[in-house]
T-cell receptor, first 111, second 115 residues
Framework: EDKVVQSPLSLVVHEGDTVTLNCSYEVTNFRSLLWYKQEKKAPTFLFML????IEKKSGRLSSILDKKELFSILNITATQTGDSAIYLC???????????FGAGTQVVVTP | GAGVSQSPSNKVTEKGKDVELRCDPI?????LYWYRQSLGQGLEFLIY????????KSGLPSDRFSAERTGGSVSTLTIQRTQQEDSAVYLC???FGGGAGETQYFGPGTRLLVL
C-alpha cells in the first residue's frame, strides 16, 4: 500500500529560525513529489521534484529529493510570521492524475 | 479565469439531503481533480477527469458520490443522501495536462457541514 509520511506533525519556531520538514514515501512506480503550502483553504504550489539530488530554490525556501532513500526535505531559512501554514507533501505514482498526500506539517512562526 | 473557482464556498445541509458542488477550472486546463479534506486530516483523492472522462474514480468513498464534467470545463460533484461523516472541505484542482509532470492548482474549496 502506498504511503506518504510527513514529520514532524507540528512545530513552533521563532522568527529568523531555520526549519526542515521531512517527507518519506512508499509508492508504486514513483513519478514526482510535490510540496504545497496551505494557509487557509487552497493549497498553493511550491515545488515539484522528479530527479534526485537537484535542489530547487525559491527565495528562502528550498527542497531536495532522494529517490534512493525515498524522502524529500523542505527547508525554510530566516523564517517570518507569514511562513506560518500547513506544509503538504504529495507524490504521484501509478495513477498519473492522483496526488497522494501526507498529513501535513503545521508550522507556527512566532514574532 | 485567473484561477480555479468553486461554489458555494460554504454549504450547510441536513442529513439525508443531496448536495451539488461546482468547480470551474483554469481556462485551458484539460485535467480536473476532486479532493476531500476532513478535519485534522490530509487531502484525500476522490476522482480525476481528463477532458470529460474519468480515468480514475477510485477515491469516491461510496456510490452516494458521483461527479461529472461537461464540455471539458465545469465539473459537478454530487453527494446523495448526505451523512454527517461527509462533512469536510471539498477541494478542486486543475492542471494543463493530466500527466505526472503537470502541476495541480487548487481552488479555495467548499466547506460542507452536514447536520
Amino acid at each position: 500500500e502506498d504511503k506518504v509520511v510527513q514529520s514532524p506533525l507540528s512545530l513552533v519556531v521563532h522568527e529568523g529560525d531555520t526549519v526542515t520538514l521531512n517527507c518519506s514515501y512508499e509508492v508504486t512506480n514513483f513519478r514526482s513529489l510535490l510540496w504545497y503550502k496551505q494557509e487557509k483553504k487552497a493549497p498553493t504550489f511550491l515545488f515539484m521534484l522528479t530527479s534526485s539530488g537537484i535542489e530547487k530554490k525559491s527565495g528562502r525556501l528550498s527542497s531536495i529529493l532522494d529517490k534512493k532513500e525515498l524522502f524529500s526535505i523542505l527547508n525554510i531559512t530566516a523564517t517570518q510570521t507569514g511562513d506560518s501554514a500547513i506544509y503538504l507533501c504529495a507524490v504521484v505514482g501509478d495513477s498519473w492524475g492522483k496526488l497522494q498526500f501526507g498529513a501535513g506539517t503545521q508550522v507556527v512562526v512566532t514574532p | 479565469g485567473a484561477g480555479v473557482s468553486q461554489s458555494p464556498s460554504n454549504k450547510v445541509t441536513e442529513k439525508g439531503k443531496d448536495v451539488e458542488l461546482r468547480c470551474d477550472p483554469i481556462s485551458g486546463h484539460t485535467a480536473l481533480y476532486w479532493y476531500r479534506q476532513s478535519l485534522g486530516q490530509g487531502l484525500e483523492f476522490l476522482i480525476y477527469f481528463q477532458g470529460n472522462s474519468a480515468p480514475d474514480k477510485s477515491g469516491l468513498p461510496s456510490d452516494r458520490f458521483s461527479a461529472e464534467r461537461t464540455g471539458g470545463s465545469v465539473s459537478t460533484l454530487t453527494i446523495q443522501r448526505t451523512q454527517q461523516e461527509d462533512s469536510a472541505v471539498y477541494l478542486c484542482a486543475s492542471s494543463f495536462g493530466g500527466g505526472a509532470g503537470e502541476t495541480q492548482y487548487f481552488g479555495p474549496g467548499t466547506r460542507l457541514l452536514v447536520l
